[in-house]
Every structure is written in structure tokens, then in C-alpha cells.
């Protein structure tokens, strides 16, 4: 059964435009990989200074994401992106089904 997920990912302010612009796709492919889908395009905020300082950066590049994936898919990829560098946080949510069905993701609702 398909679930409708919100993903949200904070890159290193360090890296460059096409470098976090690449991170983007590279989502995308992951997840597509693991057997879900990328509902519409994700939701690119740009570079956006913290609130506080994060692992000693000051900015980082925002993007969000609304996925449908089988339920436990997405626990390899969310390992890789723990262990890779350039990721200062990433979140991943299961939306209720109600909330799915609002933004029109199909496939979602049990």
C-alpha cells in the first residue's frame, strides 16, 4: 500500500547552487529507487540563513517534498542521508490520509 509522505531536506550552505540543485535530483532518483514516487515538484526554498547556528553553519539550502512510497521504503535512503555530509537535517512525515487526499495524492488514502 502506497503512503503519502512529506519530506523535508536542509543542505550545507556551503555547497554551491547546482551542487544543492543537484542534491534535488538526487532525492528524487533515491526515492524513485526505493520504489515511490515524487508527487509534483518539490518545493525549492533557496538558501535561507538559521535561526541558530547549526553544526557551526549559518545557512543552508531548504527543499520539500511530497512522496508516495510503500510503508518501510524509505529507511535505506533515510540511513544514507544520516551518514552524508552536505545533509545538515532532514525530516520525514507521514501525512494522515485526510491531509493526502487535500493535495491530491492519489494512492494514499486506506
Known amino acids: ?3 503519502a ?3 523535508m531536506i536542509i543542505l550545507s550552505g ?3 547552487d547546482t551542487a544543492a540543485q543537484a542534491w534535488v535530483k ?3 532518483d533515491s526515492v ?16 535561507r540563513q538559521f535561526a541558530y547556528p547549526i553544526n ?3 545557512n543552508g539550502y531548504y527543499a520539500v517534498f511530497n512522496l508516495l512510497a510503500p ?5 535505506d535512503f533515510e540511513r544514507q542521508l544520516r551518514l552524508a555530509d552536505d545533509v545538515v ?15 491530491g495524492m492519489v494512492g494514499s488514502a486506506a
Open 5 to 7: 509522505y512529506e519530506f
Open 14 to 16: 556551503d555547497l554551491d
Open 32 to 47: 524513485t529507487k526505493a520504489g515511490g514516487s515524487v508527487h509534483g515538484k518539490p518545493d525549492w526554498w533557496g538558501r
Open 71 to 75: 510503508g518501510g521504503a524509505l529507511d
Open 1 to 3: 500500500m502506497m503512503r
Open 26 to 28: 538526487s532525492v528524487s
Open 56 to 58: 557551526k553553519k549559518e
Open 89 to 103: 537535517r532532514h525530516k520525514l512525515l507521514r501525512l494522515p490520509d485526510a491531509e493526502a487526499e487535500r493535495r
